[in-house]
């Protein structure tokens, strides 16, 4: 069985004074039947770290450079995560792949580091509006799945998380039938590539404008093992519900 997953990322955003929605989150759910990340900014890894190494939430990064070290100003490289305490790293975020020009390659490096480095991968992907529009998305995703994915995982190193892209942030959502296609399609291309005993253990998440109102229609479907979620996840208000909608389906 997959254990359900639900995964918090919350960008560039927060600060100290935010530590205390993760406290909040991590007291109102010690029972959780699903695995909960959140991925702060790399500036609040350590401290979040000891408000969650004896809780129920797991903790994550959002991004690491294919280096172990080296001359990368500004990088941060997965063992350095692994120190800080997290056991997760996003990668192949579509803001990630537009902003910083990252391409299939540049994931699949990145995330082959991260393995090395022990740590477990959510690899993104998603299709732009005039993609979805052009009947293109299978093509996009089988792209990116075969582009961005190394050889070497397992179900437990490797997530994978579908986001339309113009559905993060906007408040628009797929239909539940747009949604199955993708997740029932990359679970069958995961079959033919890795096997159906690899491939039915890989957890696939759904990302994009999820909110406690469409969170259990979502988790619903099948193929669907939890969500990556960005702004409702800052406040544990508002992320709380989701895990509550995702524990109960």
């Not at 997959?2 to 004074?17: C, E, I, P, Y």
């Not at 039947?33 to 990064?61: D, W």
């Not at 990116?144 to 994978?160: K, R, W």
């Not at 239909?175 to 993708?182: A, N």
Request: glycine residues 10%.
């Amino acid at each position: 069985m997959r254990r359900k997953l639900v995964a918090g990322n919350w960008k560039m955003n927060g600060t100290s004074a935010d530590l205390a929605q993760i406290e909040a989150l991590a007291e109102a759910h010690t029972g959780a039947l699903s695995e909960i990340m959140i991925a702060p900014p790399a500036t609040l890894l350590h401290r979040a770290y000891e408000h969650t190494k004896s809780g129920p939430i797991t903790l994550g990064a959002q991004d690491c450079h294919k280096c172990a070290s080296g001359a990368h100003t500004g990088d941060i490289s997965a063992d350095m995560l692994l120190d800080a305490g997290t056991s997760y790293v996003i990668l192949g975020h579509s803001e990630r792949r537009a902003d910083h020009d990252e391409h299939n390659e540049d994931v699949r490096a990145k995330a082959r580091a991260a393995l090395s480095a022990g740590l477990r991968v959510i690899i993104c992907m998603g299709e732009e509006l005039e993609e979805r529009e052009a009947d293109n998305t299978l093509d996009i995703i089988g792209g990116q799945l075969a582009g961005s994915v190394p050889d070497d995982i397992t179900g437990e190193t490797l997530v994978i998380a579908y986001e339309p892209i113009w559905a993060i942030g906007t408040g628009k959502v797929p239909s539940i039938k747009q949604i199955s296609e993708v997740h029932d399609f990359i679970r069958a291309q995961l079959e033919h590539r890795f096997g159906p005993q690899i491939a039915r253990s890989i957890r696939l998440l759904y990302g994009g404008s999820v909110k406690p109102a469409n969170a259990a229609e979502i988790f619903a479907i099948q193929n669907v093992d939890g969500a990556l979620v960005g702004g409702a996840s800052l406040m544990a208000a508002d992320f709380s519900p989701i895990i509550k909608a995702l524990d109960a389906s």
